[in-house]
């Protein structure tokens, strides 16, 4: 069935190094795209989202990349900090707003200080 | 705001009991859902709803039942608790047109 999921469960990374986490999905129809970090015993928190008429979009310290073409997801974080460890979600749906996300399995973000 | 709440924030019970696990929000936000998290699996969507009186079923919604006769509340029962449950279960919220779900701190719950 359609799914959303991601290339790498760990990634380990060196404090103040970019982090990159990558997000594939299957359904075509999809139109709008969501990262979201978790924090240990937390609920997952936004970070930032696209949707599908964008190939890009930059928030504060972290950039989104969208390929349709190939249906790729990235999460880029610049000057990784021990903040960010945690794990991290793609997550998408088809129609915007108020319509189910699927959640791709997530990827934990290990900071080396 | 107090955002979204859960209660309790643990629970265990025995195979075949009941429970409701509690969820409120003080954002005025249409959409609810409700999510089970295991290892290795991501958040799964139990069940939803789009308003008040209206319900639908996500995913994985067997052995559960929700109901929405407020905006603010969105209670998740557990019929007759099975091992196979034990999981953190999330709340989570949001506004009418909007994606960005606003998530719950989580219940951890264990079947024994």
């Known amino acids: 069935g359609e799914s959303v999921g991601l290339h790498l469960p760990t990634l380990s990374v060196q404090e103040g190094d970019n982090s990159i986490i990558n997000c594939a999905y299957s359904?075509?129809?999809?139109?709008?795209f969501i990262w979201y970090k978790q924090e240990s015993g937390k609920g997952p928190q936004f970070i930032i989202d696209?949707?599908?008429?964008?190939d890009k979009r930059q928030g504060q310290r972290v950039t989104v990349l969208l390929n349709k073409t190939v249906k790729h997801l990235s999460l880029q974080i610049a000057a990784t900090q021990p903040g960010d460890s945690a794990v991290y979600f793609c997550?998408?749906?088809?129609?915007?707003?108020?319509?189910?996300?699927?959640f791709g399995k997530g990827t934990r973000l290990s900071v080396i200080a | 705001n107090a955002g979204v709440t859960q209660t309790p924030k643990f629970q265990v019970l025995k195979t075949g009991q009941s429970m409701t696990l509690q969820c409120a929000q003080d954002?005025?936000?249409?959409?609810m859902s409700w999510y089970r998290q295991d290892p290795g699996m991501g958040l799964r969507l139990i069940h939803y709803?789009?308003?008040?009186?209206?319900?639908d079923q996500g995913e994985v919604p067997n052995g559960y039942n929700v109901s929405r006769s407020t905006t603010e509340d969105f209670p998740l029962r557990l019929l007759s608790a099975a091992p196979s449950q034990t999981s953190v279960y999330f709340c989570?919220?949001?506004?009418?047109?909007?994606?960005?779900?606003?998530f719950g701190p989580g219940t951890r719950l264990t079947v024994t």
């Open positions: 359904n075509s129809a999809s139109d709008y």
């Open positions: 997550a998408e749906n088809e129609n915007s707003g108020n319509t189910p996300l699927v």
């Open positions: 989570a919220s949001s506004s009418q047109g909007s994606n960005e779900q606003y």
């Open positions: 709803s789009v308003g008040a009186g209206i319900t």
């Open positions: 954002m005025n936000h249409e959409y």
């Open positions: 696209i949707r599908s008429n964008m």
